[in-house]
T-cell receptor, first 115, second 109 residues
Framework: EPEVTQTPSHQVTQMGQEVILRCVPI?????FYWYRQILGQKVEFLVS????????KSEIFDDQFSVERPDGSNFTLKIRSTKLEDSAMYFC?????????????FGPGTRLTVL | GIQVEQSPPDLILQEGANSTLRCNFS?????LQWFHQNPWGQLINLFY???GTKQNGRLSATTVATERYSLLYISSSQTTDSGVYFC???????????FGKGTKLTVNP
């Protein structure tokens, strides 16, 4: 069964460094998402992406964050200058199309630790 | 925005027991999903169930959209069922899923 994959599974970085989290959505899906979960808290929406542009973003998704679909398979989240409070689990998700079944499928997550 | 409340926050069971987890939401939805977060932090899709009833093995779910709640039933629980169960909802006109705070389930042998 097709799955969303994410790399790396765990990333450790120093405060102020740039990080890029990578995701490969399910191949025939058209909508892509990033969510994050700070340890012990609920999962929060960051951004959605469709047709090569951001379709919706939350207040969390400020100028430090950017997303890109550099080729036909990868979807990335870049954090420009990491802060301690960016430490969290980051989940990528994808879904097939607008209308009908709008189920989102989640990847296994990347645990980001900012020191 | 829409509010999602899950109950109970914590649940401890003996292996073999049955349980019911509840998700209440404050507005109409066009997407409702149940997830299991395992000890490694992975979110496992359990059900996509904006309305109606579904069953998958020992797990089943029911959403009564008009009453704005969903229930997840776990029968004959096993230690591997331990983890956090999240309900998440989506509304028309928005792409995002809004998650509840989860129910932490511990199944003891």
């Amino acid at each position: 069964e097709p799955e969303v994959t994410q790399t790396p599974s765990h990333q450790v970085t120093q405060m102020g460094q740039e990080v890029i989290l990578r995701c490969v959505p399910i191949s025939n899906h058209l909508y892509f998402y990033w969510y994050r979960q700070i340890l012990g808290q609920k999962v929060e929406f960051l951004v959605s992406f469709y047709n090569n542009e951001i379709s919706e973003k939350s207040e969390i998704f400020d100028d430090q964050f950017s997303v890109e679909r550099p080729d036909g398979s990868n979807f990335t989240l870049k954090i420009r200058s990491t802060k301690l409070e960016d430490s969290a689990m980051y989940f990528c998700a994808s879904r097939k199309k607008r209308g009908g079944n709008n189920e989102q499928f989640f990847g296994p997550g990347t645990r980001l630790t900012v020191l | 925005g829409i509010q999602v409340e899950q109950s109970p926050p914590d649940l401890i069971l003996q292996e073999g027991a049955n349980s019911t987890l509840r998700c209440n939401f404050s507005d109409s939805v066009n997407n409702l999903q149940w997830f299991h977060q395992n000890p490694w932090g992975q979110l496992i899709n359990l059900f996509y169930i904006p309305s109606g009833t579904k069953q998958n093995g020992r797990l089943s779910a029911t959403t009564v959209a008009t009453e704005r709640y969903s229930l997840l039933y776990i029968s004959s629980s096993q230690t591997t069922d331990s983890g956090v169960y999240f309900c998440a909802v989506g509304q028309g006109g928005s792409e995002k899923l809004v998650f509840g705070k989860g129910t932490k389930l511990t199944v003891n042998p």
